[in-house]
T-cell receptor, first 116, second 114 residues
Framework: ETGVTQTPRHLVMGMTNKKSLKCEQHLGHNAMYWYKQSAKKPLELMFVYNFKEQTENNSVPSRFSPECPNSSHLFLHLHTLQPEDSALYLC???????????????FGAGSRLTVL | AQKVTQAQTEISVVEKEDVTLDCVYETRDTTYYLFWYKQPPSGELVFLIRRNSFDEQNEISGRYSWNFQKSTSSFNFTITASQVVDSAVYFCALSDAGGFKTIFGAGTRLFVKA
């Protein structure tokens, strides 16, 4: 497989469920990201990991819990979500560091989450 | 604070027409980067272009061209002779010099009719 792969592509869960979104990149990149895309808002940056270390947490509620076990894998653990959390969750990766300047993001196709 | 504004929510054109997508940004940084991404119906955002704040040279790539003007804080995107395959949502984005925090505009949905 190439690029950035996200699973599952679609997920329906109740507010009391616990589920996880998975992202895997096959590009050799060192940074990985979670973005949220909902119908009425621009893409919102949620988390950034660089070499497995979290560098950004954009005031995301604790019901979203990221995990980055290595530079190729990123998870988003979900628990006790609210209906307003229904959205498309996009994973991205990039190669680069602060010295080389802004990173070009390679996105996955997204996981469409519906919270009932 | 940084901000990206794409005032055009939706644009509809007929095939072969030229279309310009507007992007206005706000930042206090002297070093920053601007991007355009395309999101087709499949959902996967695709990178189109990156410019840094010190390079105001306009760029052309096939039917795509970009006009970067610091004086007006704008980074507009023109598609010449549009095609149905250009139908997508286009996002303008801004990143600081650090590179890891990219913010996006709300996007412009482009419909190209045959």
């Amino acid at each position: 497989e190439t690029g950035v792969t996200q699973t599952p592509r679609h997920l329906v869960m109740g507010m009391t469920n616990k589920k996880s979104l998975k992202c895997e990149q096959h590009l050799g990149h060192n940074a990985m990201y979670w973005y949220k895309q909902s119908a009425k808002k621009p893409l919102e940056l949620m988390f950034v990991y660089n070499f497995k270390e979290q560098t950004e947490n954009n005031s995301v509620p604790s019901r979203f819990s990221p995990e980055c076990p290595n530079s190729s894998h990123l998870f988003l653990h979900l628990h006790t979500l609210q209906p307003e959390d229904s959205a498309l969750y996009l994973c991205a990766s990039s190669q680069g560091d602060r010295a080389s300047g802004a990173n070009v993001l390679t996105f996955g196709a997204g996981s469409r989450l519906t919270v009932l | 604070a940084q901000k990206v504004t794409q005032a055009q929510t939706e644009i509809s054109v007929v095939e072969k027409e030229d279309v310009t997508l507007d992007c206005v940004y706000e930042t206090r940084d002297t070093t920053y980067y601007l991007f355009w991404y395309k999101q087709p119906p499949s959902g996967e955002l695709v990178f189109l272009i990156r410019r840094n704040s010190f390079d105001e040279q306009n760029e052309i790539s096939g039917r795509y061209s970009w006009n970067f003007q610091k004086s007006t804080s704008s980074f507009n995107f023109t598609i010449t002779a549009s095609q149905v395959v250009d139908s997508a949502v286009y996002f303008c984005a801004l990143s600081d010099a650090g590179g890891f925090k990219t913010i996006f505009g709300a996007g412009t949905r482009l419909f190209v009719k045959a």
